[in-house]
C-alpha cells in the first residue's frame, strides 16, 4: 500500500543521502586521496569502462528537481543534460532489459569544470561511498551502501508500489526527461508491476560500483580507483 506522496519521499530521500553522505565524510573519506589534487579529475565519473551506476525511479526524480532548481545552471545546460543521458544510452547500447547491472557507461552527470550536477542534494549511494584509498582496509564497507540503497528501495516501494526498478542512471534520466511524453516510463511501469504481480521481480538488484547479488564477478567495481 502507498503511504507516501512523492514530495515526502524526495525529502526523507534527501534526508537520508545527507546523513549518509556526512557519515562516509568524517568516518573514511578523511582516509583518502584529495579528488581536488586528482590528476584526471572526473575519471572515476566518466571511464565508460567503470561506471555502471543504477538508481531508482525517486531518485531519477530527485536528479531531474536538482537539475531544474539549480541557479549555475541556463536553461541550455539543462537541456544537454538529458541530451548527454540520451546519447549515452545509444552509444553504450543501455537497456531496461535482461542483467543491466553488466552495462557500463560515462555518466551524464559530470561536467568538466564543474564536478558532479547534483553532487549535495541528489547524489547516487555508490558515489557518495566511492573515493580513490590507498589502504584496502580503508574503504567504506559495501554493508553501507546497501543499507542505504534498501532505504531507498522502501522509499520506492511507498510512493510507486511496484512501478520501479533500478536501471542505469542514464536510462532514468531519459525516462524523467522533462520533454519526454512519458509513454516509455508507463510502458515500463506495467510491465514492473506485472512480474511482482506473478512473483518473478522484487526490484532489488545488484547496482552501483559493482553489486549485491553478482558480487563475484563484478568484484573490480566495487573498489575505488587507486593510483599510483
Known amino acids: 500500500m502507498r503511504k507516501l506522496t512523492e514530495a515526502g519521499a524526495l525529502a526523507r530521500l534527501q534526508r537520508g543521502k545527507a546523513a549518509f553522505q556526512t557519515h562516509v565524510k568524517f568516518n573514511f573519506e578523511r582516509r583518502a586521496r584529495d579528488c581536488r589534487a586528482c590528476p584526471t579529475p572526473g575519471v572515476c565519473c566518466t571511464d565508460a569502462h567503470f561506471v555502471n551506476v543504477h538508481i531508482t525511479r525517486l531518485e531519477a ?11 549555475r545552471l541556463t536553461e541550455d545546460e539543462r537541456h544537454a543534460v538529458y541530451s548527454r543521458a540520451r546519447e549515452a544510452v545509444e552509444r553504450y547500447r543501455l537497456s531496461a532489459a535482461g542483467f543491466s547491472e553488466a552495462q557500463t557507461f560515462a555518466c551524464p552527470l559530470f561536467v568538466k ?11 547516487p ?38 512501478a520501479w526498478a533500478w536501471l542505469p542512471l542514464p536510462i532514468w534520466l531519459t525516462l524523467v526527461d522533462p520533454e519526454a511524453d512519458g ?13 511482482r504481480a506473478h512473483g518473478h521481480d ?12 553478482q558480487r563475484a564477478p563484478l568484484k573490480n567495481r566495487t573498489l575505488p580507483v587507486l593510483r599510483a
Open 202 to 213: 522484487d526490484g532489488s538488484a545488484p547496482r552501483g560500483y559493482g553489486g549485491r547479488q
Open 113 to 123: 569544470g564543474a564536478g558532479c550536477l547534483v553532487h549535495r542534494r541528489a547524489k
Open 183 to 195: 509513454a516509455e516510463l508507463q510502458r515500463l511501469a506495467r510491465v514492473w508491476e506485472s512480474r
Open 125 to 162: 549511494a555508490p558515489c557518495i561511498q566511492h573515493a580513490c584509498y590507498d589502504e584496502w582496509a580503508d574503504v567504506p564497507p559495501l554493508s553501507l551502501q546497501w543499507r542505504e540503497e534498501r532505504r531507498v528501495e522502501q522509499l520506492n516501494a511507498e510512493v510507486y508500489g511496484a
Open 61 to 71: 526524480v530527485a536528479i531531474r528537481e536538482t537539475i531544474r532548481r539549480t541557479p
